[in-house]
């Protein structure tokens, strides 16, 4: 009888291994768990009595000729978001008295110049701001780079977006990548092509690659709840699955910032109610916002090496699908921003901060070059050749 009790606890441990071994594969957990597993153990910085900052930014992977509408539904999409946003931002406002900032990375392959108009006039309202977002497949870095300069010179001279850089005259950008693929770091290859794609984002004026995390993609790095800077491996893909930490008080050491966002295992949400299910910073009708996750963003803790009193979060959605309407433009979002608003920012403990892509690179910047004080005015950071003007301050920090 004992021999078989043995027996089964083993057989069982060996079923359990099997079924973990074979989660984590799927679901591509293996290529992030150990550095999951070495951050959540690893002690954490120690806490002073100045209040910690919580940066915020949504990254909308914004795509109104998603599965290839009509164009009447793809003026929908877009027009939905003009009406609808600015009734639920104008209801919140954080530590500085700024609406919720939304940045809507606008994909080059489905440009219209209906719909970038109306976005800008949202943007110019005080709403948010647009970025780049790219799915191409099979590409070159010619290709890629003809892409590139054209879309941005497009999005500046016509629709007075993007941002001049006031030191060198340039026009910059951030960037999403379309279905993760940055730096060709799909395993079949598709839906990019480009080894030397930070470069060539890098060469045509690309500030920080904001698509990171991935996960449950292939396409998921290994470094993870990381702002760092990758160095590009013209003759090997996905160059930015490692890097050095943005940190204070050193130059920048690689070819582009990659600014990541939260994950996470959840384990209050497990699959067979074994499993914990992945937090990946995803705002959708499958992932509503809820206190939990958003606990478990600040937690993470991101933020610059050296200055662990501000914290990043970068949060990703698609916004232009109408399944996620409900969610970005109704009461889960409204419930959101209340419970940011309530729980990290009582200007003792917390102070809350709203901000787009481009304000969040602007302000790991600060943070690198170690400048800080009651107050910053980002375009005094401006002027010291870090990014372009954007007439915007953040107070108290």
């Given at each position: ?179 993760w693929a940055l730096d ?47 160095v590009d491996d013209p ?163």
């Amino acid at each position: 009888m004992l021999e078989f009790l043995l027996w089964t606890v083993v057989i069982l441990i060996l079923a359990g291994s099997c079924l973990l071994g074979y989660a984590l594969r799927v679901r591509q957990m293996h290529i992030w768990i150990g550095e999951s597993i070495r951050r959540s153990v690893s002690r954490k910085p120690k806490i002073c009595s100045e209040p910690i900052h919580i940066f915020v930014a949504i990254t909308d992977h914004f795509e109104p000729a998603w599965q290839r509408p009509s164009y009447e539904q793809e003026c929908t999409r877009v027009e939905t978001w003009v009406r609808r946003y600015p009734v639920i931002a104008a209801k919140h406002r954080d530590a500085d008295g700024r609406h919720p900032q939304h940045t809507f990375f606008y994909p080059e392959e489905e440009y219209r110049p209906e719909h970038l108009d109306k976005l800008a006039q949202l943007c110019k309202a005080g709403f948010g701001d647009v970025e780049i977002h790219l799915h191409h497949d099979h590409d070159t870095a010619a290709g890629l780079r003809e892409k590139l300069l054209r879309f941005k010179m497009t999005l500046h001279e016509r629709h007075g977006l993007l941002h001049r850089n006031d030191q060198t005259g340039e026009i910059e950008y951030g960037f999403i990548h379309g279905n993760w693929a940055l730096d060709n770091a799909r395993k079949d290859g598709k839906w990019c092509g480009v080894n030397n794609e930070l470069i060539v984002l890098r060469e045509t004026g690309c500030y920080a690659d904001f698509t990171m995390p991935s996960a449950p993609s292939d396409t998921q790095t290994r470094k993870i709840n990381s702002i760092y800077y990758a160095v590009d491996d013209p003759l090997c893909p996905k160059s930015h699955d490692n890097g050095t930490e943005v940190e204070v008080g050193k130059a920048p050491a690689g070819d582009l910032m990659i600014i990541q966002g939260p994950l996470a295992l959840n384990w209050a949400s497990r699959k067979w109610g074994i499993l914990p299910r992945i937090e990946n910073g995803e705002l959708s009708s499958e992932n509503p916002p809820t206190p939990e996750r958003i606990d478990r963003w600040i937690r993470q803790h991101i933020h610059v090496k050296g200055q662990p009193h501000w914290i990043f979060v970068k949060l990703h959605t698609h916004g232009a699908q109408e399944q996620n309407f409900d969610v970005l433009l109704g009461q889960p979002m409204d419930a959101m921003l209340f419970y940011l608003e309530t729980a990290y920012n009582d200007g003792q403990r917390y102070q809350l901060h709203y901000v787009t892509a481009r304000e969040m690179y602007t302000l790991i910047r600060a943070a690198e070059r170690d400048i800080g004080g009651s107050l910053i005015n980002l375009s005094e950071v401006d002027s010291l050749g870090l990014v372009s003007s954007q007439k915007t301050t953040i107070h108290s920090l």
